[in-house]
């Protein structure tokens, strides 16, 4: 069966932005502009069609990223043209959580997306999540388009909200359009580019009205227009030309080399309007189209090969199969649903396929197109599309699916660790064994969640991004499982690490008649710079130790890592380099090894002057300024470090560094010292080391 719309057609794009910009209401206008739903969802009234998940309707957030399937002929098409349908393109979304707790579902999201639609509020301008989010786009080099939303309310500013993204994002991004009235009079849009007016009338805006633009806003127009065509004249040298020597450039010109400078990430264009008041939407579906990339404007995907070689493939539908899952979800219909993309070949129903990453074979039984939570069966799936694919047995987020004969390894997705943790414990003896398999269903499905036995205490700990986080998974827990659960207090998730290097010795002897047990490791510990994790080096000379047995020390030292000298907490930044040792012809075994391995790391580690980390987040307080004072010197007394204050309106904006520890509770405060008009975002910053009059005590509580 041939692909109905050719790969030039198609768009893979995320809608991205920070929590309450307006993503998911932009969305739901996306789907009802383009016939996917006949009515539009709105989140404040809890019916979204994007936010599926109970826990997003109450709650009014996006928790889960939302994949679907629309499709869009733009407004300035005739669709009465024999061409029309021609012209139709096919659009994959990504609704991507605002929240901080759930960064993994946009990093896993940009990761197999071509395009970005990010998302502003016309107020707020820039916010500490968006930075987060352009900084994941920025790694994947991801071409994006900026809408800077909700430009009817009070406090809105286009101008001021485009200096925020030049000043905090990038000097790139360029407005293709200017705003017609401000706050309650905002009305329409100006295009730029064609120098015409938009209105949009209908009960849902749905009818794109062009006009002549208004006197008064002709001349700011002309400027704008001018500083744009020097702007993307600078991006193409046969356009520079022409613009040097005073020559007209046409709109034609103007879009194609736009495009190619926005696929190359050297250009943004920024659009306006208002999603809640249905205007604007579609000029920017029509951007979507003109100006972000198809699969195959991308580069070719790389990955390792049998050989380990690198080897590329295109997003050509004749090249060998090539997939990366990107999530797993838990289906109370069908089970386990595997979203995937292809980057290259055809994935057919019925075919047998080579997970690359695990080496095992799985069978595709049901190939599913998503449209949020509704799904349709198809029976094949082209390179450049997004799909879900049902029951697989051995497949989890960032493995490679591929063609049998020609295997390729994906550049896999790495998530940040865990900052949080709770102590959990079933109600009942019937709820124990469910939870078990509650909690591997959801580990399965979000990498940033763990789950850990506490040997000591025989409690279960799991950890998360926040404390949101982990009520969302307790909540899923009771309503998807039915499992009834007693929940701890929070705890911040401390790590340990070493200051300097050092040596120690481990060695395991065991004589008890017949074949004994020798193990003998020595081990080199060296401190590594934050946010390296832990590496083993193998530094063996000359067969003193038999090459079987290294894998065993590795194994050995990464258990010990687990379970921290000081109060138990898992050592990071550190390299283990073992370096001598000696083994005994018929004694020496794996787990002599593995043993004297632990001994020896542990025995280094106590030498290595060890400190605590604990996690340090990036927290954006807004308050009006009367309380300016109340609210730094709260944050100083949290040992926060204050790095930028601004304002925003009437309100101050107060940017700090601050100690997860010192931050539970912080919302009832907050309330309480700016009579319930404050409010504030936080997200993981980095690892810190804890001051040592703080650290006493977090042992000291910890050995209780």
Known sequence: MPRKYPIEKVRDIGIVAHIDAGKTTTSERVLFYTGISHKIGEVHEGEAIMDWMEQERERGITITAAATTCFWTPTYIDKNSPDAKNQEYRINIIDTPGHIDFTVEVKRSLRVLDGAVVVFDGVAGVEPQSETNWRYADDYKVPRICFINKLDRIGA?????????????????IALQWPIGEEGGFSGVID????????????HGEQVIQYDIPAELRKISEERRKNIVEKIAETNDALLSDYLEGKEISVERLKQALRAATIGNKLVPVFGGTALRNKGVQLVLDAVADYLPSPADMPAIKGLNENHEEEERHAKDDEPLAALAFKVVSDPFVGTLTFFRVYSGVMKRGSYILNASKNSEERIGRILQMHANHREEIEEIYAGDLGALVGMKNTGTGDSLTDTRHPLILEKIIFPEPVIGIRIEPKSKADQEKMGIALHRLAEEDPTFRVAGDNETGETIISGMGELHLEIIVDRMKREFGVEASVGRPQVAYKETIQRTAEAEGKYIRQSGGRGQYGHAKIR?????????????????????????????????????????????????????????????VDSSEIAFQIAGAMAFQEAVRNAKLVLLEPVMKVQTVAPSDFLGDVTGDLSAKRAKINEMGERGTARVVDADVPLAEMFGYVTKLRSMTQGRGSFTMEFGHYAEVPQNVALQVIENKKK
């Open 157 to 173: 500013n286009f101008e001021k909200s485009l200096k925020s993204i030049h000043e905090r994002l990038t000097t790139n991004a």
């Open 525 to 585: 510990v060296e401190p590594l710079p934050r946010g390296m994790g832990f590496e083993f080096v193998n530094a063996i000379k000359g067969g003193i130790i038999p090459q079987e047995f290294i894998p065993a020390v590795e194994k050995g030292v990464k258990e010990a890592t687990g379970k921290g000298v000081l109060a138990g907490y898992p050592i990071v930044d550190i390299k283990a380099v073992l370096y001598d040792g000696s083994f005994h012809e």
């Open 192 to 203: 730029l580019l064609i120098m015409k007016a938009y209105r949009f009338e209908g009960e």
